[in-house]
């Protein structure tokens, strides 16, 4: 499975963007899948997931309140709403699942 991030791009603090993990095949909808975040010299790790059929969620403290994860498994498209930005949250945002990771779409919070 292929998988293609898109949004994102530069936000000022306190803003919104909302990214989206569109998926190449259709176990896609079975899987569960993670929004991970990797900041500028630092390490890949998950900010929000959601289980395969929406039902469960998990955020970071940090997000908690303030992004929000969501699928449409008939479009085989995982979304990160994210609100209320802050200039911590700058960094690539990576999709993941099924053992594969999208490209990345960078996210930069800056005034």
């Known amino acids: 499975v292929q998988l293609v991030e898109s949004g994102g791009g530069l936000v000022q603090p306190g803003g919104s963007t909302r990214l989206s993990c569109a998926a190449s095949?259709?176990?896609?909808?079975?899987?569960?899948v993670g929004w991970y975040r990797q900041a500028p010299g630092g390490g890949r790790y998950v900010v929000a997931s959601?289980?395969?059929?929406?039902?469960?969620?998990y955020y970071e403290d940090s997000v908690k309140g303030r992004f929000a994860i969501s699928r449409d498994n008939a479009k085989n498209t995982v979304y990160l709403q994210m609100n209320s930005l802050k200039v911590e949250d700058t960094g690539v945002y990576y999709c993941?699942?099924?053992?594969?990771w999208g490209q990345g779409t960078q996210v930069t919070v800056s005034s």
């Open positions: 993941g699942a099924l053992e594969q």
């Open positions: 095949a259709s176990e896609f909808r079975w899987a569960t």
């Open positions: 959601i289980n395969n059929s929406g039902t469960s969620t």
